[in-house]
């Protein structure tokens, strides 16, 4: 499976931004699709999911409210749209994909490429 995130880049606090997550390689439509983030010095963290029929999603309560996942099961792609973006938000967005449970876990041995976000005060 490849996954190829890009659409990050530089942008204020209070803007908004919108990556992307390409997916080759796998029956994209038959699985649930999440987003996670890695800052400097931390560890990878779940962002956010979406059920392989867009039906329900699930998101980081860090996150809610102002982060919004959608898919296109034509284009094998997931997106992410990001407002009220904070510095805190900066870092490496990765996507995955596989069932839900393991989505929401993060327990995924292989990462595609990531986008970096910066968002500064």
């Known amino acids: 499976v490849q996954l190829q995130a890009s659409g990050g880049g530089s942008v204020q606090a209070g803007d908004s931004l919108r990556v992307s997550c390409a997916v080759s390689g796998a029956t994209f439509s038959a699985y649930s699709m999440g987003w996670f983030r890695q800052a400097p010095g931390n560890e990878r963290e779940f962002v956010a999911a979406?059920?392989?029929?867009?039906?329900?999603?699930h998101y980081a309560d860090s996150v809610k409210g102002r982060f919004t996942i959608s898919r296109d099961n034509a284009k094998s792609t997931v997106y992410l749209q990001m407002n009220s973006l904070k510095p805190e938000d900066t870092a490496v967005y990765y996507c995955?994909?596989?069932?839900?449970?393991?989505?929401?876990?993060?327990?995924?041995?292989?990462w595609g490429r990531g986008t970096l976000v910066t968002v500064s005060s």
């Open positions: 995955n994909v596989g069932p839900l449970l393991r989505v929401l876990k993060g327990t995924f041995t292989s």
């Open positions: 979406i059920r392989r029929n867009g039906g329900s999603t």
